[in-house]
């Protein structure tokens, strides 16, 4: 006669399990987060290939971050002429747009048969006008180098003007060292920016995570989740990863410290030429 287990092996079998599970599950949960950082770099590698494709076809010129509108709807972020739309039918995958590293978002408001995003930082949501609300096209995770790869620079050490002279490929120095694209946190917001300032990159003046948003901390903010490494396209086409290095620093919190005196302060300590290459900003003294 089989005999049946005692109360005791019971309990040690199941602490057994447990132990086993305790060790288990992080290395699972490791493994898993590393699997999403190798997908994101992958669509970062296709993004890349897909706007050097789309270069290809308008004369080797860099696809703009977004125009100004459509004739159907005024309000510029209801229209799809980002580049993301510009380069959507290139790779035709609306996925590869985001970091798998963070769930895909999902529209928060609809405007007539139409969802978007509604952007708490600018707009009541969901009760607001909808002057801030975002067709996808706009809110893409992995964002574009507008002043660093899509446009030229205003040649000082200021907010280039988005409507700069377009930048042809064959302009920029080192195509292997500028950053194209990158993974970006807008403030607390389930969803991001789809281009991101170099200028304001290169030297992230806010280290603090709290229900506030700043461009200069858009980029700087994505490395919660990358674990002080992180990755990007380059405007060769090749994906890798880079770390603080091609940061100038940061600033501890100020109250009096606002954006404008950062950057200043900024500008006189942005003296390393490999981090200029690398945002492709054009400075002042440089």
């Known amino acids: 006669m089989r005999r049946a287990f005692t109360l005791i092996e ?34 970062m590698k296709q993004n890349a290939l897909g706007v050097l494709t789309y270069a290809i076809d308008v004369d080797d010129m860099a696809v703009p971050h977004y125009g100004t509108g459509t004739p159907t709807d005024p309000n510029q ?18 996925a590869i747009f985001f970091d798998p590293t963070v769930p895909e978002p999902k529209e928060d408001a609809r405007i007539g048969t139409t969802a978007y995003y509604c952007d708490k930082y600018y707009d009541t949501c969901p009760t607001g006008g909808g002057a801030y609300y975002y067709a996808w096209q706009w809110v893409t995770n992995l ?28 302009a920029i120095e080192s195509v292997a060292d500028r950053i194209m694209l990158q993974p970006t946190q807008y403030g607390t917001l389930p969803f991001s920016w789809m281009y991101f300032r170099g200028y304001e990159s290169a030297w992230p003046y ?19 989740r990358w674990e002080g490494k992180f990755s990007g396209a380059f405007a060769d086409g090749h994906a890798g990863k880079y770390g603080r290095e091609k940061f100038v620093g940061y600033s501890a919190i100020n109250p009096a410290l606002t954006e404008a005196s950062s950057t200043a302060q900024y500008c006189q300590k942005l003296v390393d030429k490999d981090i200029v290459k690398f945002w492709g900003a054009s400075w002042a003294g440089n």
């Open 77 to 94: 972020y209801h229209n799809t002429d980002t580049w993301v739309g510009r380069v959507f039918p290139y790779v035709k995958s609306r």
């Open 10 to 43: 019971l309990l040690v079998v199941i602490a057994i399990i447990a132990i086993l599970a305790a060790i288990l599950f992080p290395v699972f949960a490791q493994a898993k987060t590393a699997a999403k950082k190798t997908s994101a770099l992958s669509n």
């Open 206 to 224: 806010i280290d603090q995570y709290t229900d506030t948003f700043s461009w200069y901390a858009l980029s700087w903010d994505a490395r919660k």
């Open 143 to 170: 964002s574009l180098n507008s002043d660093g790869f899509a446009y030229n620079g205003s040649g000082s050490c200021t907010a280039p003007s988005r409507y700069n002279s377009m930048k042809s490929l064959t």
